[in-house]
């Protein structure tokens, strides 16, 4: 069954579309890398590239002069929520996430 996979990523304005196509959910607890390169949807690589850092993160130097892509690129985040709901028929998943090593 495919899943639509997304990450909320606090501070930005919309949920960030992982993959159309999951077949396993990672668990609350379990932690991931998100590389906005290879996100197949344009819109969710676009909004990754063009919102600064420090919108969502700590500010300082380093997040000041980065964007929010280019910052997950170097960290892990951590599931610390999980909610379910369909569109269109289909099940979606939204991961909250935190970071957890930078």
């Not at 993959?19 to 906005?36: H, S």
Request: glycine share 6%.
């Amino acid at each position: 069954m495919n899943i639509l996979l997304y990450a909320d990523i606090p501070g930005l304005p919309e949920y960030v579309l992982l993959t159309r196509k999951a077949v396993t959910v990672p668990a609350i607890g379990d932690r991931l890398r998100i590389n906005a390169d290879r996100l197949a949807c344009k819109f969710s690589r676009q909004v990754l590239e063009e919102t600064p850092a420090y919108h969502c993160f700590e500010r300082n130097e380093r997040t000041e002069s980065m964007s929010v892509g280019d910052f997950l690129k170097e960290c892990e985040l951590t599931v610390s929520g999980r909610e379910w709901s369909y569109e269109g028929g289909t099940p979606c998943c939204t991961l909250d996430v935190e970071v957890v090593e930078w």
